[in-house]
């Protein structure tokens, strides 16, 4: 991993996901480097051409004394949009929770969306935070096809487990069922794995992205070449996905769950 100090012009900024305020992105590039990261497009903007996507960080620097958390009151923040508020170095380099600690009269609604079992170190910060939810991204219970698409982020099974202690800890919880693979994510059981300590569900569809399809096409060809025909489909007729999204929004309705289903076939996604 290529390690870098680089100061930052700002933390929060302005953010162009719908429902979302802010982002805070504490870290630029990401030790998960999931295959399928639709945030690689920042190394083009960050001065890393040549660099690949998982294999270098930037640590920001900045004064987070000038965070003014009544500045965001009544918006929506979300860490992170392009990197993981909770890679491994977050333990040594704390810019996370440095942020969230100057954040913490605010009454914005924070959202922290993470795939590392780390983030429990910081529930007794979440709990000062007046309207505040962890959600836990997960695409697969499958342990080994997870370490393949998604080599540098913690286990399936230590995320739920994180996502179980937040919640028993009295702190509102999500669980984000993304990407979705189709034919391989299997929502029902994650569902059944998460239900009594998961307050709400999201759903996002698998992006094919120019910089990805190569990438995924040689590892569904690799474990599941019974479903590359599929994923071409896929790839080329965003119709497909509407199947399943009704598939889901039956499954979510009978069990009166509180859901939402954001497939964009193409458009806006989020790590
Ligand atoms: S998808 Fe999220 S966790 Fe994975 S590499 Fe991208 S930013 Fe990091």
Known sequence: MKIAIREAKSIITKSNIPSIDF?????????????????????RFTGHKGDKWGEFLDIKTFDFDKIKPQKYNG???????V???????ELKYQNTKR???????????????????F???????????????????????????AKIVEKGASRPIERLDALK??????????????????????YKAIVKKTLDYTDSYMFENLNFRPHNVPRILKIIENHYPRLLPIYQKFRRDNSLWEKIESEIDAYCKELNLVY????????????
């Open 75 to 81: 918006k929506r923040l979300l860490f992170s949009s």
């Open 260 to 271: 939402k289903i954001e497939f964009h076939h193409g458009g806006f996604s989020k790590s």
């Open 99 to 117: 942020i969230l600690e100057k954040l913490i009269s605010t009454t914005a609604h924070v959202s922290i969306l993470t795939k590392s079992k």
């Open 23 to 43: 982002v805070i992105n504490p870290y630029t590039g990401c030790q998960h480097g999931c295959i399928y990261c639709y945030a690689e497009f920042m190394i």
């Open 119 to 145: 983030v429990v170190r910081d529930i007794d910060i979440f709990k000062k935070f007046d309207d505040l939810e962890v959600g836990i991204s997960i695409s697969t219970l499958d342990e080994n096809f």
């Open 165 to 186: 202690e937040i919640h028993e800890n009295g702190i509102k919880t999500y669980t984000f069922i993304s990407p979705f693979f189709p034919y391989i994510t299997d």
């Open 83 to 89: 990197t993981d508020p909770y890679i491994p170095l």
